[in-house]
């Protein structure tokens, strides 16, 4: 799975979506991109299963996300079919649970489906293309 990890970390690396890839042994780290507080997503091996997070230490960014999802009215889930779809990937995403984990990080994640290289480069870009539209992750609008 470290080698799996380190690939993906390297190919979407080469995407410029993300401000900076940061491997970590049992996950690689993908800082987000524009984003005004400290937030990342992550490709993770728990116990042998691949999942795919977005994480941040900041209460207010994840108010700012929960905030536009209840908004909006779509489930997470749907968003990142939508982004899912647009690369090419078929498919149900499992359930997406949002919590603050033991770090005191607010988190959303799902286990992926499959524990190929692809399938992970595709969810890691629909989170990050999912999360990018909502709340504050895609930094301020320049609209006065």
Request: hydrophobic share 40%.
């Amino acid at each position: 799975m470290h080698e799996l990890l380190n690939t993906i970390g390297n190919q979407a690396s080469a995407s410029g979506v993300f401000s900076r890839v940061e491997p970590l042994g049992d996950r690689v780290r993908f800082h987000a991109k524009g984003c005004p507080e400290p937030a990342w997503y992550e490709l993770a091996d728990v116990d042998g299963t691949l999942v795919v997070r977005f994480a941040t230490p900041n209460r207010w960014l994840s108010e700012s996300i929960e905030s536009d999802l209840m908004h909006f009215g779509d489930p997470i889930e749907e968003l990142v079919e939508e982004e899912l779809a647009e690369l090419g990937w078929r498919g149900k995403v499992p359930p997406i649970k949002h919590f603050r984990d033991d770090e005191r990080l607010y988190t959303f994640e799902n286990p992926l489906p499959s524990t190929d290289a692809v399938t992970a480069e595709k969810f890691l870009l629909a989170y990050e293309a999912a999360f990018r539209a909502l709340g504050d992750v895609g930094g301020e609008d320049d609209e006065a």
